[in-house]
Every structure is written in structure tokens, then in C-alpha cells.
């Protein structure tokens, strides 16, 4: 599971959630790939994605570092290094076994050999 | 005397019937490309011979071939067997077999030893005097198949007979040795009413079994994916989900055709995530493909988040049951209205059209019908619909 795919999920579906995002998120493996930057594609993703969930993702690699505390203003203005940043945090970071977990409930969905378990069924509080 | 590169052919595309004019969208696209024509199952067009290699690339269609004759035989249908049969031979002279040689080596990256003036001037031997040309080591292999279209008992021959009369007339003329299954040209004969038209075939393997390795038991041909996600009209940087994706044939074939959008796949059934690994891990350039565990009505995703949902819906056939569809329809519209944002769309096929209407009028107000195709899929005619999602905010 890529890491910008985390911004985009959310525990709502559960019953007695109101919000569910952004998912805690606990990385046991990942591996680094090595996707070609491009620019204005980088920039096309960082306009859908939200800040404070990225910020979840980078802390669960512990590579926080790369990326600024607070959301830039323009994306558009930023070097072709500095959205390389974010670029790999994005694209280059695959989770192969994790965790994702409910702010609301703490129910725990497992992440095994890359595919996200999201059914209710399976899942454990 | 026109030099082959410069020339323009004549393509026939066969097409999943009912998305004819999406193929022939996608066939628009191509720069030289002019008169596209479609009826049912199939896309016509000109292309300069020298662009021509771009077909291999498009994605909508099933199989490609070239025409190289057409004739309306006057009667063809009251002339006795051995007359019909003459006559349909005799054809083999005025072919343009110049076209169709130029164009199979261009696009099959093969030559015909002698390559397409030799031929030409053999054929024009065998008009002016009939002389038989021997089958030798280097002869190329070929077959032909003769397809009649309407009503069978129209012609007083068969489909069998005039492949085989103008298959020998073939053999007699360029030597070429005929192979029923081992062939490397296939030339089509497809004969409707008086109607006679020659086309020769310039894919191998039909090209809509791209992508998948791994089958399970209702999976969809590549090409009926691609014109599926076409009408979804995807943007780049977009987010497209399948929710009940099976094997992944529509995710997959999203992000190779879609290289700048994203594409999420979802099943609740171990064995699909495992036969979308499998698939995944066969086509491994590929970037922008997750696939997740996840329960179609209850998707881990925010409201108003995703851009575009494409799904192949359980019939109720070979899975599920039409007294289930009654029952999931609706909640998996209630789910998707949810996540997709206000103006996405929504593309489903379905054989269960019944279930699939009643469920949109219980929710009218929520989704717009933007086009309808009626699609043959093994045998069952199914309904795909392209519906707008307009809820209200």
C-alpha cells in the first residue's frame, strides 16, 4: 500500500464513527521504490491530499524530516528538491505489513503484504 | 504507381457490440485516421499505411484486420452452389493484394517472401493464364475463414465451401501452403446477402486478452474494461475505484491505460485479492494500482473523495442470486453516492438491468443517466450504464 493512498481513507463506514480521519497508521515493513518525479503529477497530488494526514504518514516511517511541520501556501513554489520530498514520501514508500487503526473506535485493520484489510468482520478492536 | 508508404488502407476493428462508438472515439484519436464508420461490432476507417502501426495500440478493440476488397456480386444469393462458388474465386484477381501484403508486413513486422510486388505480379499471371505456383520450404502458411452474416439459408453454399474454393484459388496463384491451425496469414471472407468483402488478419492473438493471467470466474475481457472506463471520462491526477473488482481487470487495465490517474481495487473474497496479486505482479511497470480487502457498501473512504466508480455488478448468476441483487443494489448505490464527489460518475454492468433500474428509481434524484449500452458478454445481453452522480450537497 503506497502512502499517499492513507490520506485518502477513513473509518466512517463503522457504526458510531463521526469523522474517522485521518487513520492511525503503524508501520512494521516497508520498501523504498524508486518512481520517476514528475513535477507537475506531484503537484497534481499534493492539491487532493491533506496536510495533517500526511504529517500521520511520515511519523509512522519516522521521516518526518523531509517534509515542512506546516503546509506550504503554494505548492507551485516550491523547488523540483523540495517536492521530491514529498514526492517519495508519496510514491516511493510501499507498506508491505502494518496497521490501521480507527481515531474514533481503535479498531485495528491490518495491512498484509501490501493489501489493507478493511472489513469490519475481520477486523479487531 | 503510388508508393506503399504513401498509400491509405482500409482497417475493419471488431468491437465489443455496443460500445462500437467508444472504440470509434478512441480510433478518432489517431492523426491520419478519417471515415470512421461503425455498425454492429465492428469500426471501419482509413489510415496512411504509414501511421497504420498506431492501431496495435488501441485499447477498445478485439481484433484487427485489413480490407482489401469489397464487390456487391449482382444475384449472389439465386446462383446455383457451383456458379456462387465460381464466382466467388474468380474474385481473387480484382483483390488489392498489393494493400493487404504492404500492410500485414508493416504492422506484423514480417515479410511475405517477395514481398507485395511479386505477389502483384503473380496474380496477374494467373488471371492471363491460370499457371499453378508449387508450395515449397519457404512458402508462408495461411488459412481462410469465411463468415456469413443474416440469415444461413440465403446462399446456396456454405460458409466451409467458399473458404475452401477461394482458399485454393490462393494456393494456386502464390503457392502459399494452406494450414488450418498453424497459419501466419489469415485471410477473412465475409459474405452478407450479395455482398463479398476480403479482409486479412493483422493481430496473432486477440487483443483483448492482454493483462490477465490469472481467470477467475467472471472475469471481463480487457477491452470491454477499457470502454467501461472511457465513458468515466477520466482525468489525470483522478481517483477511480472498482468496488467489487474481482480479479482486477478493471484497475489494471485503468492504470495502463490512465498512467496519470490512480485506480483502487476492492473485493471481499480472499481468492479475488489473490488472483489480483497474481495479476498485478504480471504486469509489474505498473504504479498506480491498490488493491484493498474491503466490503463494497461500507468503502474505507471520506465522503465526497473519490472521482469516478467503475464496477462490473454481480448478475446473479454465477454470484449472488437476483433475490440478493434486490437487496445489495440499493445499499451499494447508497454507499457510492456517498464517497464519489458531486458530479463523479458511476459505470456498471449488469445483466440484472430489472434490479439496477428499480434501485436508481428508489434514488432518482441522486444520479443522472448519462448514456446506456447494450452489451453482449458471453451470450447475455447486459445493460452498462454511465450515470452522473448529482446529489445534493
Known sequence: ?125 | MVKPLQMNVEICASVVTGFEKIAAEEISLISTVRNVKWERGNVRFRIDLKSSPEILKLRSVDNLYVVFYEKSVVSLTNLDKETALRTIQNQIVFCDWESAIETYQLIRGKTINGGSELHVQRIKEFASNGIRLEVNEISPKFRVTCKRCGEKEIHKFSSMEAASKFGADINNAFGWKCSVHDFDIEVVLRIEKDNITVMMALNDESLFKRNISAYGPTTMRSTICHCMLRLADIKSGEIVVDPMCGGGSIPIEGSISWKNSFFFGGDNHELALERCRENLNANSSIKNCEFFTWDATNLPFQNNSINSIVTDLPFGRKIGSRMDNRLLYPLLLEEWKRVLKIGGRLVVMTHDKRSLENSLLKDRSSWQKKSFHIVNMGGLQCLCLCLLNTKSS
Open chain 1, 1 to 125: 500500500m503506497k502512502l499517499f493512498v492513507h490520506n485518502f481513507m477513513s473509518s466512517r463506514f463503522l457504526k458510531n464513527v463521526t469523522v474517522g480521519y485521518p487513520l492511525e497508521l503503524t508501520v512494521k515493513q516497508f520498501v523504498e521504490k524508486d518512481i520517476e518525479f514528475d513535477r507537475e503529477n506531484t503537484i497534481v497530488m499534493l492539491d487532493k491530499i491533506q496536510y495533517e494526514a500526511l504529517l500521520v504518514a511520515a511519523a509512522a516511517i519516522n521521516q518526518s524530516d523531509r517534509i515542512p511541520a506546516e503546509k506550504p501556501s503554494k505548492w507551485d513554489e516550491l523547488s523540483d528538491d523540495q517536492l521530491r520530498q514529498f514526492h517519495h514520501l508519496l510514491m516511493n514508500i510501499d507498506v508491505i505489513d502494518g496497521e490501521l487503526v480507527c481515531p474514533e473506535t481503535k479498531t485495528v485493520f491490518p495491512i498484509k503484504d501490501g493489501i489493507p484489510n478493511m472489513l469490519k468482520v475481520d477486523a479487531e478492536k
